[in-house]
C-alpha cells in the first residue's frame, strides 16, 4: 500500500473533487496526510462546498500553529499557469497528484471548445511536466514513491451501439470536444510513464451522479426544474444511454488505486447500471414529486423533446471487471438508494443552489479573488 503524504487535488472545488475531499477526511479512510486544494474556481467550482471542511481541517500554511494540525489548503489558481503550480509544488512538497481539474461538460465545448484545449490539455500537460520535474532524483530518474493520478471519463471509447461493453483494451475514438480533450489528456499521462517513467495510474469511469454537481448536467438540471415548474429538456428521442455511478463509488474507486493501483495501468469504473435517458427521468420524477410534494402526471406533462446535441453519443457501457477483481472495488450505492439521497441533497441546500444561479458566488469570487 502506498503512503500518501501531501496530496494536490486539482479541480478540488468542482463536484467530484469535493466529494473526494469530503470522503476523504471525513471517512476515515486510512488517511492521515494533507489535501491542498489547487481550483481556479470557474463557474464548475464553489469553495463554499467546502466551508465546512476549511472549518474542522483548514489552516493557514504560513501559520506556524496552523501548520502543524491543519490538514486542508486552499489554493486559488489555474492548472496552466506554470509558474504557480510550481509553486504549490515547492510550498506543500508534493508527493501526490490526484487531478480532477477540467473542463467538463459536453454542451459547452460544442458551443466553445477552445477552454476545453487549453485547461484538459495544455492544464494537464503542465502538471505533468512539473511534476516529472519536482520528482527528479539526482540521478535524473523519477522518484517511484510519488503517484500521478489522473482522472478521465469513458467517453474517450466513443459511443456504442445497443451491445457491448466499454473495456481497458478498447480503442480511443472521441467525438466531442470534450472528449477529444479526455483523450489527448488521457495519452499525456501515459507518454509520461512511458517516456520518463512518472508514476501514474489512471481511470475511465462513466457518469457521475449525486450531491454538489452543478445544475447544468442531466439529473441536476432536471431536478431543478421540476421544483421550479420549468420544462424538462430531453435531447433527440431520450433513448440515449448512460451508465451511471453514485460519486461516492467513483471515489472509493479512485483512492484505491491510489492506495494500490499498479503504475502505468489503466483501471475503468462504472456502474453496471445503464439507463435510457428517458426511463432514468421517468424515475425521477417518481423520486422528486413524491418528496415535494408534486403531482407526477404534471410533471411529466413538462417533459420537452428537443433538438439533439450533435454528435450525441448514442450509448455508454462499462466493462469494471479488471477493478473489481485487482483491486476488490465494488459499488456499493444502488441507483435507488443514490437518487434519493441526491434529491434529498438537492431539497436541503438551497442556498447552495440559489448562489450559482443567481450568480452572487461568482460575484463573490471576484471580490475575494479577482477575476480569472
Ligand atoms: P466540474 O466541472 O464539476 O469541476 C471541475 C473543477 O475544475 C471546477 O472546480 C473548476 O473550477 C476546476 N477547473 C476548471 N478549469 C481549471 C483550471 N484551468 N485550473 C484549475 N482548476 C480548474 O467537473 P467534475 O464533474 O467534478 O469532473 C471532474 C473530473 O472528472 C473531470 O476531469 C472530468 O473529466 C472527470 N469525469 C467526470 C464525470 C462526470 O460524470 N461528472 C465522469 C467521468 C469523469
Ligand atoms: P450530461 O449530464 O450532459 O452528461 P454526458 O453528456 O457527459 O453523458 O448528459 C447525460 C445524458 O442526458 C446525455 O445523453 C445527454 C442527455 N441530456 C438531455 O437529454 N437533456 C439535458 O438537458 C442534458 C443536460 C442532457
Known amino acids: 500500500m502506498r503512503t500518501l503524504k501531501n496530496i494536490l487535488v486539482t479541480g478540488g472545488a468542482g463536484f467530484i473533487g469535493v466529494n473526494f475531499i469530503h470522503t476523504l477526511l471525513e471517512k476515515s479512510l486510512e488517511f492521515t496526510g494533507r489535501i ?159 517516456t520518463y517513467g512518472l508514476p501514474a495510474t489512471l481511470s475511465n469511469c462513466s457518469n457521475n451522479y449525486g450531491p454538489y454537481q452543478f445544475p447544468e448536467k442531466l439529473i441536476p438540471l432536471m431536478i431543478l426544474n421540476m421544483l421550479e415548474g ?60 413524491k418528496k415535494a410534494g408534486l403531482d407526477p402526471a404534471k410533471v411529466r406533462g413538462t417533459i420537452a423533446y428537443v433538438k439533439d446535441r450533435p454528435g450525441h453519443d448514442r450509448r455508454y457501457a462499462i466493462d469494471c471487471s479488471k477493478i473489481k477483481r485487482e483491486l476488490g472495488w465494488k459499488r456499493e450505492v444502488s441507483f435507488e438508494e443514490g437518487l434519493t439521497r441526491t434529491v434529498d441533497w438537492y431539497l436541503s441546500n438551497t442556498e447552495w443552489i440559489n448562489s450559482i444561479r443567481s450568480g452572487e458566488y461568482q460575484k463573490w469570487v471576484e471580490r475575494n479573488y479577482g477575476k480569472r
Open 36 to 194: 491542498i486544494n489547487l481550483d481556479a474556481l470557474t463557474y464548475a467550482g464553489n469553495a463554499a462546498s467546502l466551508a465546512d471542511i476549511e472549518k474542522q481541517f483548514g489552516g493557514n500554511p504560513t501559520d506556524k500553529t496552523g501548520l502543524s494540525k491543519a490538514r486542508y489548503f486552499f489554493e486559488h489558481g489555474d492548472i496552466c499557469d506554470r509558474a504557480f503550480v510550481e509553486s504549490v509544488f515547492a510550498k506543500y512538497d508534493i508527493d501526490t497528484v490526484v487531478h480532477f481539474a477540467a473542463e467538463s461538460h459536453v454542451d459547452r465545448s460544442i458551443l466553445g471548445p477552445e477552454a476545453f484545449i487549453k485547461t484538459n490539455v495544455m492544464g494537464t500537460f503542465t502538471l505533468l511536466d512539473v511534476a516529472r520535474n519536482y520528482w527528479k532524483n539526482t540521478d535524473g530518474t523519477i522518484r517511484q514513491d510519488a503517484l500521478f493520478h489522473h482522472i478521465s471519463t469513458d467517453e474517450v471509447y466513443g459511443s456504442l451501439g445497443d451491445t457491448g461493453y466499454f473495456t481497458e483494451g478498447t480503442p480511443y475514438d472521441p467525438r466531442s470536444p470534450y472528449s477529444a480533450g479526455k483523450a489527448s489528456s488521457d495519452h499525456l499521462v501515459m507518454a509520461y510513464h512511458h
Open 230 to 289: 420549468k420544462p424538462l429538456p430531453v435531447y433527440g428521442d431520450g433513448k440515449n444511454i448512460r451508465d451511471w455511478v453514485y460519486v461516492e463509488d467513483h471515489n472509493r474507486a479512485v483512492w484505491a488505486i491510489m492506495q494500490h493501483g499498479v503504475t502505468g495501468e489503466k483501471y475503468n469504473i462504472g456502474g453496471e447500471n445503464e439507463w435510457e435517458n428517458i426511463k432514468l427521468l421517468d424515475t425521477l420524477i417518481n423520486i422528486v414529486s
